[in-house]
């Protein structure tokens, strides 16, 4: 899977509006330089042999979240049963930042696979180098609050929008997502963006 270096720049054209038209708050101006000029956001992976596991996976990951996102909080059932509401601001950050923890972590490199001929031969990868290991959801938090403030619900959709996959206590997972359901919201846009979109553009 792969993505041309016209998706790349039309993906980080379309979150930078997106972050422009949506997102008002103190340092969000600031937090956008940093993606652009001081991060790999734009260009990184999203995994190095899972889901995004190709140049600009990161950002076309992040965008198909924010797309799921937006269309799990216009559903119907969703604002009239469960009363979820996010404002735009709130689905363009907990989207499109939830991942930003895996910026400037993946590096470039090459490692020996088999051929249909059974003879060895080197081939492109990434390798998963976190010199700041914080952690997944909790580092996000921390990165992005270095720029600007994060509501509460917000804070929590983030750190926990690995839900249930990830390695956290399911007693604490479970909790979380009935303190803000916010976090189930994005959990399960996050899950849909992964299993079904990621690697079928």
């Known amino acids: 899977m792969a993505i041309t270096n016209e998706q790349i720049e039309q993906n980080k054209q379309q979150i930078i509006d997106i972050f422009a038209n ?23 992976p999203a995994s190095t042999k899972y889901h995004g596991a190709y140049e600009g996976g990161l950002a076309q990951h992040s965008l198909n979240v924010y797309h799921c996102f937006k269309d799990y909080l216009s559903r119907p059932r969703v604002k009239e049963e469960f009363g979820l509401y996010a404002s735009e ?44 290991p914080y952690g997944h959801g909790e580092k996000s938090v921390y990165m992005i609050t270095g720029f600007m403030r994060l509501t509460r619900e ?22 979380a997502f009935e303190m803000f359901p916010l976090a189930f919201a994005l959990s399960t846009a996050d899950m849909e963006a992964t299993y079904f979109l990621d690697d079928k553009q």
């Open 22 to 44: 949506c997102v008002k708050r103190d340092g969000a101006g600031e937090l956008v330089r940093f993606l652009s000029e001081k991060s790999d956001f734009f260009t990184a």
């Open 154 to 175: 917000e804070a929590f959709a983030i750190r926990y929008h690995m839900g249930f996959s990830g390695q956290e206590d399911a007693n604490t997972v479970g909790r």
């Open 89 to 132: 601001e709130t689905i363009a950050i907990c989207s499109l930042l939830h991942d930003i923890c895996k910026t400037n972590v993946y590096v470039k490199g090459t490692r020996n696979v088999k051929n249909d001929m059974g003879v060895w031969e080197k081939v492109p990868t990434y390798f998963f180098e976190d010199k700041l």
